[in-house]
């Protein structure tokens, strides 16, 4: 079975303070992906990031990056100089090859809150 | 235009009434799913299409089905709905990439309260 967890499900920050969002994943496929989604307060899910099990090079994009420690099972997201835009909620997500259908298991989500 | 459209965009209902979701999308993708969103509880898969002639359960399927009309076009049945059924319900799609690990692409998501 497959499991996300995201320990944090609440966070909250003042606008420029860098934020770190956790998540540890469990699996037994050696073949895996993980994303993050953002949702935010209108509701829709936005896709952030994949990354796959073989790839273990952390990853920027902007304000945005990614730390994946497969030694931990973790896949960390860290938004530097955060702003009120970012306030949302964050999901991180599994899926494994031999997961029917490609299902994605999420973790609970962390809710962001950043304050001007 | 959204690539991903969900009607309606909210609904609101009482137990024991059939509703239907719809799912349309621009994005050429041959893999549709239905997931819901509970607090606290990300989102659970309901059911699942590869292609139109290819429908599969996923986590939660009780009390659901589905219709896949189109390539395009997916849709999620509430038979007769229960409060428990009360969810932010969202479609997806994919495209085939290999045998995991497709980038799954959201709907707005549909607000449905079963009274």
């Known amino acids: 079975a497959q499991k996300v967890t995201q320990a944090q499900t609440e966070i909250s920050v003042v606008e420029k303070e860098d934020v770190t969002l956790d998540c540890v994943y469990e699996?037994?496929?050696?073949?895996?992906?993980l994303f993050w989604y953002k949702q935010p307060p209108s509701g829709e899910l936005v896709f952030l990031i994949r990354?796959?099990?073989?790839?273990?090079q952390n990853e920027i994009s902007g304000r945005y990056s990614w730390n994946f420690q497969k030694s931990t099972s973790s896949f960390n997201f860290t938004i530097t100089a955060s702003q009120v835009v970012d306030s949302a909620v964050y999901f991180c997500?599994?899926?494994?090859?031999?997961?029917?259908?490609?299902?994605?298991?999420f973790g609970g989500g962390t809710r962001l809150m950043v304050k001007p | 235009d959204a690539d991903v459209t969900q009607t309606p965009r909210n609904r609101i209902t009482k137990t024991g009434k059939r509703i239907m979701l719809e799912c349309s999308q621009t994005k050429g993708h041959d893999r549709m799913y239905w997931y819901r969103q509970d607090p606290g509880l990300g989102l659970r898969l309901i059911y699942y299409?590869?292609?139109?002639?290819?429908?599969n359960k996923g986590e939660i399927s009780d009390g659901y089905s589905v219709s896949r009309q189109a390539q395009a076009k997916f849709s999620l049945s509430l038979e007769s709905a229960i409060p428990n059924q009360t969810a932010l319900y969202f479609c997806?799609?994919?495209?085939?990439?290999?045998?995991?690990?497709?980038?799954?692409?959201f709907g707005p998501g549909t607000r449905l309260t079963v009274l």
């Open positions: 299409s590869f292609d139109v002639k290819d429908i």
């Open positions: 699996t037994r496929d050696t073949t895996y992906y």
């Open positions: 997806a799609t994919s495209d085939l990439q290999g045998s995991a690990g497709d980038t799954q692409y």
């Open positions: 997500a599994l899926s494994g090859v031999n997961n029917a259908g490609n299902m994605l298991t």
């Open positions: 990354r796959n099990s073989f790839d273990e």
